[in-house]
């Protein structure tokens, strides 16, 4: 049987995304809208969500004000519809319909069905380790959104909010390890499914890296660094936030809330 299927990226593209005057000041989360043509973002300072070309340049006609704060993690709908964001400080689920650029509802984690499974991992008051990074598988509907650490724990909730399905610590056991940052400290922050392996990229902060997960074998596949670089002395992004990926295109769409870029990887496999 062959094993997994070894990836790697290439940086194609980086673009400066800060708009101090628009209040992007910290991109904090990052989805691909259904035709791939254009990317949302947050930032976890500003009411708003923020419309973006593959480029990074602001669409503000298309970019709009909601009346929620702290923003950290931003999904699209299977059917393009809707926009799915994750509050920290209240680890909820946040629906703003696109059209009519008005929030409908707003779920918090606690108020699902089966909040047993995952409420010791929550503690009250908040630790500032709650939700980060939020996505919608587009196969089945069903939502991703992942906790920071202490502990990282990725949650599957179904398709109309109303309950949580499974979920999973983020741990050395299912190989989110890393060389240089020890469990304790391993963060995790974007996420977003793949949907031609129907797995998931998941974004580290402190790891500067991406772990390419199986949701359905509870295994990490491999970890990609990610690379700004290729001399002696390789940089690394800061703070990556936000994940996006292109199935059609195969990029990979990465945003630094530290220096507010957008980068660009090329996705190279069994070509």
């Known amino acids: 049987m062959a094993g997994p299927e070894e990836l790697t990226l290439s940086l194609i593209g980086e673009h400066r995304i800060l708009d101090k005057g628009a209040g992007l000041n910290e991109p904090s989360g990052l989805t691909l809208n259904t035709d791939g043509t254009a990317l949302y973002t947050v930032s976890d300072d500003t009411k708003a969500i923020f419309k973006l070309d593959l480029k990074g340049r602001l669409r503000i006609s298309e970019s709009f004000f909601i009346g929620v704060d702290d923003l950290e993690g931003i999904a699209i709908s299977a059917d393009g519809s809707r926009l799915l964001a994750v509050q920290e400080d209240t680890n909820s689920i946040i629906t703003v319909d696109i059209a009519s650029r008005k929030e409908i509802s707003r779920r918090p984690l606690a108020a699902m069905e089966n909040y047993g499974l995952v409420a010791h991992?929550?503690?009250?008051?908040?630790?500032?380790?709650?939700?980060?990074?939020?996505?919608?598988?587009?196969?089945?509907?069903?939502?991703?959104?992942?906790?920071?650490g202490r502990p990282g724990v990725l949650i599957e909730i179904s398709p109309d909010l109303g309950a949580i399905i499974a979920a999973r610590l983020l741990?050395?056991?299912?190989?989110?390890?890393?060389?240089?940052?020890?469990?304790?400290?391993?963060?995790?922050?974007?996420?977003?499914?793949?949907?031609?392996?129907?797995?998931?990229?998941?974004?580290?902060?402190k790891g500067q890296c991406l772990f390419h997960y199986d949701w359905s074998t509870d295994q990490v596949l491999q970890r990609l660094d990610l690379n700004l670089e290729s001399d002696q002395k390789p940089a690394k992004i800061r703070k990556s936030e936000g994940v996006a990926f292109d199935p059609v295109k195969r990029r990979l769409y990465v945003v630094s809330e530290r220096d507010a870029q957008l980068y660009v990887f090329r996705v190279h496999g069994h070509e």
Request: hydrophobic letters at 25%.
């Open 121 to 148: 991992h929550f503690p009250d008051p908040p630790d500032n380790k709650g939700l980060e990074g939020i996505t919608v598988n587009t196969r089945n509907n069903h939502v991703f959104v992942v906790k920071e």
């Open 171 to 205: 741990t050395t056991t299912n190989g989110f390890d890393h060389p240089r940052v020890g469990p304790d400290k391993l963060d995790f922050s974007g996420l977003s499914h793949d949907s031609t392996r129907d797995t998931l990229w998941i974004t580290s902060d």
